[in-house]
């Protein structure tokens, strides 16, 4: 696991933007796995900036979000709508490229990832309790995608994207911690001081189902983006 730490949460999201353009040059038909969240902002901004300048093409490339809301009061806060108005819409996917785990597909979502080729590169926030997905604490290290419950502390740091927060969701389909373990290399932001805790469980190098994150410490290719403001209260 490698930290990375950066001025500012842009010059995060510039730097990853290169890893996309360098797999994109070996393997224009490279998996993406792509996460929601304010964090990766700033990369989904230079990625559209990337593709207008003619650096980058997502035309042969496919995409598999970490989750998605169970019953979001409108499509406007479905996780889908995030990432078509904050990415998709402004790049060149082609249609049917972008993958939304649902109730529906939730037991054949593993398998569509794996017969897809597997994902190159995972992109994750994190929650200030270690989620990553939606995989609250004790969520198994060995889960598959599956329903989630979301926590008090999750659904209160969530409420400021809901009207009101009380019509914030309650569950949401998320991709196991194992779905995510399987992707070749994973990249991890945390840009802000809510994240110390999460942080600090990562530092300390433990493995514990009290912080769902931790179980990526014995991946072989882990690489953590973080501001120098919130290096530096760890
Ligand atoms: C949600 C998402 C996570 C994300 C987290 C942090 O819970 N399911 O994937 O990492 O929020 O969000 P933010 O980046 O806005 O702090």
Not at 44 to 59: H, P, Q, R, T
Not at 136 to 165: I, M, Q, V, W, Y
């Amino acid at each position: 696991m490698r930290f990375i730490i950066m001025d500012t949460p842009k010059e995060i999201g510039e730097t990853i933007a290169k890893d996309f353009e360098e797999l994109l040059k070996k393997k224009p038909d490279a998996i993406f796995g792509l996460a929601t969240g304010s964090t990766p902002l700033p990369l989904y901004a230079a990625l559209i900036e990337d593709y207008k300048a003619g650096k980058i093409s997502f035309k042969d490339a496919k995409s598999f979000n970490l989750d998605e809301y169970v019953n979001a009061p409108k499509e406007e806060d479905t996780y889908r709508y995030f990432m078509k108005t904050n990415l998709f819409e402004h790049v060149d996917f082609k249609e049917g490229a972008n993958h939304f785990p649902s109730f529906e597909n939730m037991k054949t979502y593993d398998k569509s990832i794996d017969e897809a080729g597997g994902i190159d590169l995972q992109i994750l926030g994190i929650g200030r309790d270690g989620h990553v997905g939606f995989n609250e604490p004790d969520t198994p290290f060995d889960s598959l995608t599956h329903l989630a419950e979301l926590t008090e502390n999750t659904r209160e740091a969530n409420a400021r994207f809901f009207k009101g927060g009380e019509e914030t969701p309650h569950e949401a389909i998320t991709m196991g911690l194992k779905t995510i373990y399987k992707a070749r290399h994973i990249i991890l932001i945390a840009s802000d001081l809510t994240k110390v805790d999460a942080i600090r469980s990562l530092k300390k190098g433990v493995k514990d189902l009290a912080w769902p994150c931790t179980s990526l410490l014995t991946h072989p290719n882990v690489d953590i983006y973080l501001t120098k403001e919130l290096f530096a209260a760890i």
